[in-house]
């Protein structure tokens, strides 16, 4: 599984947020695109998600700015992960949800098993040995496993070493 550029974007500004000296201090998207050298304009679309979903603060007008609105240990990387990335779909019998298909929510992942086959209906996705692959159960319980571990981790677990961050991004 690879996460996409969204979700690693996401996860260094709530870093960064994390470990600025005073917890309450308004950052602003620059400072952060600065820091880690990547896209401004990008990186407004994370924050405004992030934002959205409570997990930073975002205050407007001339000495407005962007903080952390839970603390770090209250930021469970799984949830955060399973909320913003895109697709979890390894293979073509795992898809995103889709109204035409039969497909059943599993595990909390924001993905979906199809048992159909291509000769089923050629319009619609599906591998000819879906219905008995037991391949696509092994790539789940992977995934599962991925997962899993993330939420066993908060922000404040991957910022213990918060002033050797803090000397790289200032």
Known sequence: MKLTNYSD????????????????????ISDIADSYQISKSHLTKIIHQLGQLGYIETIRGKNGGIRLARKPEDINLGILIKQIEPDFALVECFAASVPTLDHVEQQGLPIKLINQTISDSPAKPGCVISPVCRLKGVFFEALTAFVKV?????????????????????
Do not use: F, G, H, V
């Open 150 to 170: 993330l939420e066993d981790y908060t922000l404040a677990d991957i910022i213990s070493n918060e002033a050797e961050l803090a000397r790289i991004l200032s």
């Open 9 to 28: 974007y996401a996860l260094r500004s709530l870093i960064y947020l994390a470990i600025k000296p005073e917890p309450q201090a308004l950052a602003n």
